[in-house]
């Protein structure tokens, strides 16, 4: 079975530049979410989405942070402009429904020089 | 203070030792409970899924709720090498909105 697939895996580039990171959750998942990773904060919720609808982006850490997913099998979130402090791992999950557990993706390294 | 608290370690056991790690927190509104194995430049994998409190058993690996202390804690019997890794708990109130551990680092010595 395929699991969740994010791309790229890593990503190297400019502050200033705009950056979307891609998600394809689990064929049949109706629920997805966004992730940051670093060593300070551990993993924290960005935003997720139920049946394709933003739920609750209150984890969003500000208007540079962008998601979207505009059908059930692909998720973007975009960073404009890019900053120093974005370089993070980025993660996508995905589950059946609430009372399943969700499953992640590899992550995409994301540094901003 | 943070919603769940977890120490970093490092953790370092010989191999076949059982290892225990733990988590705290503070919402006595959890009742979502999950514990993930997350190896260098992977994405964390779900061991064990907890849903209310008890114990729950799967091979070598046991986790146990504690909701009156808000304690929790994963069990590794007979501790394999390939076990080396970093273990995540999370939680949840409402089973959308998690809240992770900061990681233990585990390395299982042969």
């Known amino acids: 079975d395929a699991g969740v697939i994010q791309s790229p895996r890593h990503e190297v580039t400019e502050m200033g530049q705009e950056v979307t990171l891609r998600c394809k959750p689990i064929s049949g998942h109706n629920s997805l979410f966004w992730y940051r990773q670093t060593m300070m904060r551990g993993l924290e919720l960005l935003i997720y989405?139920?049946?394709?609808?933003?739920?609750?982006d209150s984890g969003m850490p500000e208007d540079r942070f962008s998601a979207k997913m505009p059908n059930a099998s692909f998720s973007t979130l975009k960073i404009q402009p890019s900053e120093p402090r974005d370089s993070a791992v980025y993660f996508c999950?995905?589950?059946?429904?609430?009372?399943?557990?969700?499953?992640f993706g590899d992550g995409t390294r994301l540094s901003i020089l | 203070q943070k919603e769940v608290e977890q120490d970093p370690g490092p953790l370092s056991v010989p191999e076949g030792a059982i290892v225990s790690l733990n988590c705290t927190y503070s919402n006595s509104a959890f009742q979502y409970f999950m514990w993930y194995r997350q190896y260098s430049r992977k994405g964390p994998e779900l061991l064990m899924y907890?849903?209310?409190?008890g114990n729950k058993e799967d091979g070598r690996f046991t986790a146990q709720v504690d909701k009156s202390s808000k304690y929790i804690s994963l069990f590794i019997r007979d501790s394999q090498p390939s076990d080396s890794a970093t273990y995540l708990c999370a939680m949840s109130a409402n089973g959308n909105q998690f809240y992770f551990g900061t990681g233990t680092s585990l390395t299982v010595i042969p």
């Open positions: 999950a995905s589950r059946a429904d609430i009372h399943q557990p969700q499953h």
């Open positions: 907890t849903y209310s409190s």
């Open positions: 989405f139920n049946n394709n609808v933003p739920i609750d």
